[in-house]
């Protein structure tokens, strides 16, 4: 079963623009979250998508958004970007049905650098 | 506001030595996870934990659960080179927080040969 998928892998952009990031999950894994990695703050939820739906969000500025297609595939938009985006997006999918359904399985990340 | 702790934060340990992470936590839960992460590579998953008393064990790795105290644990048995990553523990809150995982700030643990 192929794991998920995430493009592009790095990308370099400047500041004030957007950014476009893509997360294919496992394959009947409907649920889908965006976590940040920063060293200073360390993994924070971003947010997650179930059935096209924002089930969850974490505390970031409504810069960052996201969206869920009904193939489970999900983007996360980065509106104006700043220095202090520059980090790790990971996504992960999970089940989301049953005592198992949140293991979280993640994949590459994306690797922002915003200059 | 749920917060995550893990003990220590950085580890150096000869290979072959015998080693604790501790993970506590402030809510209510009884799911926990460890993860590994090498240098800019993803989060793999290590160890699902789910009840009080769950001990779970893969090679030189074993971690456990205690739900009372909020407290796992990560121990490493007579640790190898190989082992040298980063190790977070996670806490799924979503009974009583509705959010998702919320994550320690990992242990960086090196073996010296």
């Known amino acids: 079963k192929a794991g998920v998928t995430q493009t592009p892998r790095y990308l370099i952009k400047t500041r004030g623009q957007q950014v476009t990031l893509s997360c294919s999950p496992i394959s009947g894994h409907r649920s889908v979250s965006w976590y940040q990695q920063t060293p200073g703050q360390g993994l924070q939820f971003l947010f997650e998508y179930f059935s096209e739906t924002q089930r969850n969000k974490g505390n970031f500025p409504g810069r960052f958004s996201g969206r869920q297609f009904s193939n489970s595939r999900s983007e996360m938009n980065v509106s104006t970007l700043e220095l202090g985006d520059s980090a790790l997006y990971l996504c992960?999918?999970?089940?989301?049905?049953?005592?198992?359904?949140?293991?979280?399985?993640f994949g590459p990340g994306t690797r922002l650098t915003v200059t | 506001e749920l917060k995550v702790e893990q003990n220590p934060l950085f580890l150096s340990m000869q290979e072959g030595k015998n080693y604790t992470i501790y993970c506590n936590y402030s809510t209510t839960s009884d799911r926990l996870y460890w993860y590994r992460q090498d240098p800019g590579k993803s989060l793999e998953s290590l160890f699902v934990l789910l009840s009080n008393g769950a001990v779970k064990q893969e090679g030189r790795l074993m971690a456990s659960l205690d739900t009372k105290a909020r407290l796992s644990t990560l121990h490493i048995t007579a640790a190898v080179h190989d082992l040298s990553a980063t190790y977070f523990c996670a806490v799924d809150p979503r009974d009583n927080y509705g959010q998702n995982f919320v994550f320690g700030p990992g242990t960086r643990l090196s073996v010296l040969p």
């Open positions: 992960a999918s999970s089940l989301s049905a049953g005592e198992l359904s949140y293991e979280q399985y």
